[in-house]
């Protein structure tokens, strides 16, 4: 389902001892990867990023990657022709240098901790912020510069957790990135996705919890805390567990069942001709081309 990290930037390079890879092998196999701060800084010395995974098993392929804090170089560079979805976990602020969109270039934008961006096209990200970036190659979205996120998400999600979407589709099936809050106490209902999942958890610690190798076979049990970064394969059965602390997960979905549509969007549907919703069909005449 995963194709390796370009070489020298292998996601099993961080670990050392046979139970340390055996483990590992085993996460792999289930369709959930982690990283945790550790394993990051070992692979992103100065704070210059890594490639840590390419999503490519469903039909919208990702790139994940993440760097640690305090980095004088450039801490990650996303590539032409791609949006990237990044997230500043702190301790520091970060800064971000478009290069592609000549808006924007050669401006230093402050990505405070826990802010959160969309950046189209080719940029750095430097600073004294960990981080994580999911790139989608061949996919234009729209820069976004936004948070600090908030204590709670804005929707009910399941198992008494929230969400609140940070960056929205712009067109009805584009990518987004989300907020996931899980309160303490919390054993979310075992679950898959359609498309993987990628992200970074912003806050406190829990667990990921997955099928064992066999049917049978005792679940495994993935800890996370903050600063850790993941990866959830396409289809992949799993869930998340907080005991005594709650977790505040920043997620990036590579598409979306969710957003506006050219016959369905708020400018068209509260536009009124004689009192008739230009959304309406029999409105079809008055619509631009396309809608």
Do not use: K
Not at 72 to 98: E, L, M, Q, Y
Not at 164 to 193: K, M, R, W, Y
Not at 214 to 231: K, M
Not at 264 to 285: E, F, K, Y
């Amino acid at each position: 389902r995963r194709r390796p990290a370009a070489a020298g930037g292998a996601s099993s390079r961080w670990l050392s001892g046979a139970a340390q890879r055996a483990q590992r092998a085993a996460w792999v196999r289930a369709g959930v990867e982690v990283w945790t701060p550790a394993a990051v800084a070992a692979g992103s010395a100065g704070g210059v990023g890594r490639l840590l995974a390419q999503c490519d098993d469903d039909d919208e392929p990702f790139q994940l990657a993440a760097w640690t804090a305090g980095g004088d170089g450039g801490a990650w560079s996303g590539g032409a022709g791609s949006t990237s979805f990044v997230f500043n976990a702190g301790p520091g602020p970060s800064f971000i240098r478009c290069i592609e969109d000549a808006a924007l270039s050669g401006v230093d934008m402050p990505l405070l901790p826990h802010m959160f961006a969309s950046v189209v096209g080719e940029f750095e990200v430097r600073g004294g912020g960990a981080g994580f970036a999911a790139v989608r190659p061949g996919y234009r979205g729209v820069f976004n510069l936004g948070g600090p996120i908030e204590a709670s998400g804005r929707l009910p999600y399941v198992s008494g957790c929230s969400d609140s979407v940070l960056v929205h589709p712009p067109v009805l099936g584009d990518a987004c990135l989300n907020l996931l809050v899980f309160p303490a106490g919390v054993v979310q209902v075992e679950h898959t996705h359609p498309s993987g999942r990628a992200g970074m958890v912003a806050r406190g610690r829990g667990l990921c919890e997955v099928p064992g190798p066999s049917p049978g076979s005792p679940r495994t049990t993935i800890p996370l805390e903050e600063g850790s970064v993941f990866c959830i394969h396409a289809d992949a059965p799993h869930r998340f567990i907080t005991t005594e602390s709650d977790m505040t997960v920043i997620a990036f979905h590579p598409d979306s069942d969710f957003g506006p549509r050219a016959d369905d969007h708020p400018m068209i549907n509260r536009t009124m001709v004689n009192g008739v919703s230009a959304s309406d069909p029999s409105m079809r005449h008055v619509r631009t081309s396309g809608g």
